[in-house]
């Protein structure tokens, strides 16, 4: 099983920005994925998941949307109005059963630095 994320980046403040995840190895709709971020000195946080199972393939959250594409097997984090304190480590992660939670994650891609700054 294996998570690539991308799409990070310097954004301006108030800009939106996309990540992506590939994933492969297994198929999104049998397990959970999410995003998470880590700011620096702050613990993990959860940010959105699709639970497997799950029949929506998007669910939004103020200025966070997840999204997944399971002919592409990726899923999406869309961030709209970006702010400075939204400067972290977004990270795509899968559970090999159960729904999402920060510490039930069994795989994780390597995470993609997003700043935010003018």
């Known amino acids: 099983v294996q998570l690539q994320a991308s799409g990070g980046g310097l954004v301006q403040p108030g800009e939106s920005r996309r990540l992506s995840c590939v994933v492969s190895g297994f198929t999104l709709d049998h397990h959970s994925v999410g995003w998470f971020r880590r700011v620096p000195g702050e613990a993990r946080e959860e940010i959105s998941c699709?639970?497997?199972?799950?029949y929506s393939d998007e669910s939004v959250k103020g200025r966070f949307a997840i999204s997944r594409d399971k002919r592409k097997n990726t899923i999406y984090l869309q961030i709209n109005n970006l702010k400075p304190e939204d400067t972290a480590v977004y990270s795509c992660a899968a559970a090999g059963w159960g729904p999402c939670s920060v510490n039930g994650m069994d795989y994780w891609g390597k995470g993609t630095l997003v700043t935010v700054s003018s």
């Open positions: 699709i639970n497997a199972y799950q």
